[in-house]
């Protein structure tokens, strides 16, 4: 009975619900963005000399794993988009007229992001939990890829364990090899209960002195049609945004 008793008092002293991995990973899922918005952004380029490429981008979603994302500048990209559908994308040049397969580990802009950044979907639609280390104010979550598919075989996410946002994510090679580590900074209130990073930092060992930055000006709910995430709407992506 006396055993009983304690066993009851440890019940009881335990949180009411508790996040396993799955869980956090969804809710930081959310907490970075919407299940359906419009976003606008810049993209940057560093270079080691210090010079600098800037990309404008205006990006919609709908769903766990479809994105666009329109070039606004420079001039010499304007007019360009992408489209993601789960693992596949596609670009579209306006002088081309018809959109080309591109690969995930490619990039549409150059430098450190690659076109799983810059296209980036749900992270629990590409990644499953395989474990989940509580830290002093973080959880420390290791994932491996669902499919052969995706960017990055594994990633480390280090997250803030009060607003469940990622602090830093290393992204590694099926071979163990560090890729490239992401840094989410400036937590910014958007406004529509979106409260996120508005900076990501990120740079490469395979990139020595390089390093990319993306800044969110502007993300707000909004939902769309699924025809705006097909082959054919990509010429029309501009008229989202009148």
Do not use: H
């Not at 406004?191 to 800044?215: F, Q």
């Amino acid at each position: 009975m006396k055993k009983l008793s304690v066993l009851l008092l440890l019940l009881a002293a335990l949180p009411a619900f508790a996040l396993d991995g799955t869980d956090i990973l969804k809710k930081v899922d959310r907490n970075l963005e919407p299940e359906a918005y419009e976003m606008l952004r810049k993209l940057v380029n560093v270079e080691p000399d210090g010079k600098r490429k800037e990309f404008v981008l205006y990006s919609v979603k709908k769903g766990r794993d479809k994105i666009v994302a329109l070039f606004l500048a420079p001039q010499s990209d304007k007019g360009r988009a992408t489209l993601r559908l789960g693992d596949n994308m596609w670009l579209f040049i306006p002088e081309v007229g018809k959109p080309m397969r591109i690969t995930s580990l490619q990039s549409v802009t150059g430098g450190v992001f690659n076109n799983a950044d810059i296209l980036r979907i749900d992270y629990a639609a590409e990644y499953n939990v395989e474990a989940t280390v509580e830290e002093k104010d973080q959880y420390l979550l290791s994932l491996k890829a669902k499919t052969a598919e995706v960017a990055y075989d594994k990633l480390k996410m280090w997250v803030d364990r009060k607003a469940l946002l990622p602090v830093t994510i290393e992204c590694y090679a099926a071979s163990g090899m560090l890729i490239k580590t992401l840094r989410f900074k400036d937590t910014k209130d958007f406004g529509g209960g979106i409260k996120r990073p508005a900076t990501l930092e990120t740079d490469s060992p395979l990139y020595k002195d390089y390093k990319s930055v993306m800044l969110y000006s502007s993300i707000r709910k909004r939902e769309f049609p699924d025809e705006v995430f097909s082959l054919n709407y990509l010429p029309r992506v501009e008229d989202l945004r009148k």
